[in-house]
């Protein structure tokens, strides 16, 4: 398919398309409702009106890219695909040093309505696809501009020669449904682990309801946080069902689907989903070395605010064995397998501390240290991981790679396909 020339681009629209439902925990902070939205396409809209970037057929033979208009064109790096057995959407973008040279982005100073993009609802994954390394890979070349469109499969072919680096933590069982004494229902998601003795931090709903020292079963409230968060205490260990994010709506026949295969430090509240597509196989290969890190739910919470500076993370517990540093270190080429552990690795890289709570917040502007290639799944609107990939690959980059994986009907979120940044 031929390229044009010349092409304008223009940040994606803000979030006046979105039709909101809330979540399960309906007392989550910060608009959680936010996380389990539904998204109306408009993939054809008259460009006139809507200052997204649209697929449009021409003649019906070539696919371009319409655009509102902008004051300047930009004919500078080209993002170019190539033919790997799938059908190659059109893509357009623009080199990293493009993107925080010329249009200045400093680190979490950017519009939040950068973050967003129009998402058709039948490409939000709902079961995982088996085997795992079946997902399809979006492969981008940062050095070439180039896009292929592979399979997981397919990652000794693409990392030879690379360090690979994944998150080892394992996902609780950590919703639990409760009642009170007077017969209410409860329920109760544990976040964090705060020591050895069963206390956590935990959402609780109907968060108004409740009270300090209220018995909810193997559940005791020990007290309120503000914002429907509480500290608990769990008798035992927590045997709740698994806490898939409110935009799975099917039932996961096996749970062991929502953690990876080499999961091993249980504390986290969310799969690292990038590493969901990982088999033993692959792993007999790819021979990575581990750090661990316990996702928290703050990592999902949408960005509200208008501008990435005004949206704050309250970090989460991470640790590297001296060994696996070691290995890192020496490495020529790393390859962090999901947002999560980028993070890890760029906290040691910076502060030298092999354990500890990390509140790194990678945004646009930042300068990676330690991360050489990333694989990750398709992530949410307005979420802080879409900001540390745009970081990490380009801000117009990443959003032309999203509508490309759109046009190709790539699936996303917890349970989609995966991309490859080289």
Not at 173 to 189: D, I, S
Not at 192 to 216: C, F, I, K, Q, V
Request: net charge negative; hydrophobic share 40%.
């Amino acid at each position: 398919m031929a390229l044009r020339k010349q092409v304008a681009l223009e940040s994606l629209e803000s979030a006046n398309r979105l039709v909101e439902e809330p979540a399960d925990l309906g007392d989550m902070p910060c608009n959680w409702q936010d996380f389990d939205t539904k998204t109306v396409a408009n993939g054809r809209a008259d460009v006139l009106r809507d200052r997204g970037l649209q697929l449009g057929r021409r003649g019906g033979e070539r696919l371009d890219l319409a655009a509102g208009a902008l004051e300047r064109r930009l004919d500078r790096a080209r993002l170019r695909t190539t033919r790997r057995g799938v059908r190659d959407p059109l893509l357009r973008a623009f080199e990293c040093e493009d993107v925080h040279g010329r249009r200045g982005y400093s680190q979490r100073r950017m519009d939040t309505a950068l973050l967003e993009y129009d998402l058709p609802p039948e490409l939000i994954a709902q079961t995982p696809i088996e085997p795992r390394d079946a997902s399809r890979l979006l492969v981008y070349r940062r050095d070439a501009g180039e896009v292929e469109h592979r399979r997981v499969a397919d990652l000794p072919e693409l990392l030879a020669g690379a360090l690979v680096v994944v998150n080892d933590t394992r996902v609780v069982p950590a919703r639990l449904t409760l009642r009170r004494e007077t017969g209410g229902a409860v329920e109760v998601l544990l976040l964090e682990r705060l020591d050895d003795h069963g206390t956590w931090e935990a959402l609780a709903r109907p968060s108004r309801r409740l009270r300090p020292g209220e018995s909810l079963g193997p559940v005791r409230l020990v007290g309120p946080h503000g914002d429907g968060r509480w500290v608990v205490s769990v008798e035992g260990t927590p045997s709740g069902s698994m806490p898939l994010p409110p935009y799975i709506h099917e039932p996961l026949a096996d749970p062991e689907r929502y953690q990876t295969v080499y999961g091993a430090v249980a504390g986290s509240a969310a799969a690292p989903t990038a590493g969901l597509h990982l088999t033993l196989a692959l792993l007999d290969v790819l021979d990575p070395a581990r750090v661990t890190l316990h996702v928290g739910l703050d990592t999902f919470r949408p960005v509200v605010e208008a501008s990435l500076d005004e949206h704050e993370i309250h970090g989460e517990l991470y640790a590297v064995e001296d060994a696996a540093w070691g290995r890192i270190v020496a490495a020529e080429r790393v390859v962090a397998v999901g947002t999560t552990t980028v993070r890890v690795l760029e906290t040691v890289a910076r502060t030298g501390e092999l354990s500890g709570r990390t509140t790194l917040f990678v945004t646009p502007g930042f300068e990676f240290r330690r991360v050489d290639a990333l694989l990750t799944n398709f992530h949410l609107p307005r979420s802080t991981l879409l900001a540390l990939v745009m970081a990490f690959a380009g801000v117009e980059t990443v959003q032309a790679i999203y509508r490309a994986a759109i046009a190709e009907r790539y699936r996303f979120y917890s349970f989609g396909d995966a991309m490859l940044v080289l």
